[in-house]
């Protein structure tokens, strides 16, 4: 169903088991000057076009059988490599980098502009990549303290998050909401441009799909593509830092899943005047999660949780990894920690579907209980 709702396919030679596969959400006059460019007969390219907002590299788990991801954010395909599904294209990378767009906020020309960032309704970060390269921006820029809470001041307000990417733009266009963000190279029409500051960059790239059975047509395919870049930018290749493969987890659980609970726990303190004091009660979930701490107490010799561990992680490497892991001194969830569990076990533990899910609802669960326990502290410190 997913797949039918955001999927259009077009040939430039006929679309059939034999072509090229490849995912975006660039434009058809886009994909129209890529085939005049490409100029091979030998290679039929089968365009699935996504959504202008949507996240092309989505579709590689989805059984699409795509051979080619472009125009996918360059975290989607660090993830992808993390998870060995985009071949290595040589010089120590598996994709390439090809463009760098800016992200800044929308609003309706001639209307009144907004005065903070706190004013956009955001959609979920799961599904949108201009929403979590924002987020993450907030994050650098400022810690995973303060950060931390202004991610939470900017998802503590309705209307509620939406659940698809592109929603933002297009409630602005329905006149819902003041301001949304977006791309700046995918301005909505009737509106205009107001950068982000600090700015906000979201970085795109292409690679080739491991196992793909087109490897040499999605070779010339990705070497057109440089050529064809090294016009305007010049693409590059490079070895970024390990992802925060989970942010997107992290932030879906606490702003988007908890949303309700948070918006009320952020009016209570808002009532009160209690911002300051409230600080030290808006933190990241912790490591090891509450539920493993809670675990071990209740039973000493370890049983449960080990019994738990092999339930979610077959891989006896990353089980090793998970146990240490809860041994160690409770910390709050931040970059550094997101960038162990990315590369624990070469992959492996994220790689488990059964541990992402557990975590995700550990973090969901979590968060509305903290939510829950900041309203209490509120009303109990106003009397």
């Known amino acids: 169903m997913v797949l039918s709702g955001i999927i259009a396919l077009c040939s430039c030679a006929g679309a059939d088991e034999e072509g090229l596969i490849v995912a975006t959400n660039l434009s058809e006059t886009e994909t129209r000057r ?6 091979d007969p030998a290679i039929r390219v089968v365009w699935i076009r996504m959504a202008e907002f949507r996240d092309p590299a989505t579709v590689v788990d989805q059984g699409a059988g795509v051979d080619v991801v472009l125009g996918a954010p360059v975290e989607s395909l660090q993830r992808l490599a993390q998870r060995g599904r985009l071949e290595p294209l040589g010089g120590g990378s598996n994709w390439i980098s090809l463009q760098t767009t800016e992200v800044g906020l929308a609003v309706v020309r001639g209307e009144t502009k907004p005065p903070a960032f706190a004013a956009v309704t ?4 799961r599904r949108s990549p201009v929403v979590l390269a924002a ?3 907030i994050l650098d ?4 303290g303060a950060g931390y809470r202004a991610v939470l001041v900017a998802a503590a307000h309705r209307p509620l998050i939406g659940a698809h990417a592109g929603e933002g733009p297009a409630r602005l266009l329905r006149g819902e909401i003041p301001v949304a963000l977006t791309r700046l190279d995918r301005l909505p029409e009737r509106c205009e441009f107001l950068p982000a500051v600090p700015s906000i960059d979201l970085e795109e ?7 793909t059975p087109h490897l040499d047509a999605a070779r010339k395919f990705v070497a057109m593509i440089e050529r064809q870049r090294n016009t305007a930018s010049p693409p590059t290749r490079d070895q970024r830092p390990i992802p925060q493969v989970l942010l997107p987890e992290l932030l879906g659980a606490v702003l988007v899943d908890a949303q309700p609970e948070l ?4 009016a209570a303190v808002k009532a009160g005047g209690l911002e300051t004091q409230a600080e030290k009660w808006f933190t990241p979930p912790p490591w090891p999660p509450a539920s493993i701490v809670r675990l071990k107490r209740s039973d000493p010799s370890g049983a449960l949780v080990e019994s738990l561990a092999e339930q979610m992680v077959p891989d006896l490497k990353a089980r090793v990894w998970l146990l240490e892991s809860w041994n160690r001194t409770i910390r709050p969830i931040d ?3 997101l960038r162990e569990l990315t590369a624990a076990a070469d992959g492996r533990l994220i790689a488990e579907p059964r541990f992402r899910a557990w975590l995700a609802v550990e973090w969901r669960t979590w968060a509305r209980q903290c939510y ?4 209490r502290e509120a009303r109990r410190v106003r009397g």
């Open 34 to 39: 890529i085939e005049a460019a490409l100029n």
């Open 122 to 125: 955001l959609d979920d970060p």
């Open 135 to 137: 987020l993450r921006a």
């Open 141 to 144: 820029e400022k810690g995973w």
């Open 205 to 211: 790239g292409v690679g080739i799909v491991r196992d």
């Open 263 to 266: 918006i009320d726990a952020m």
């Open 335 to 337: 970059g550094d920690l």
């Open 372 to 375: 829950r326990r900041v309203i």
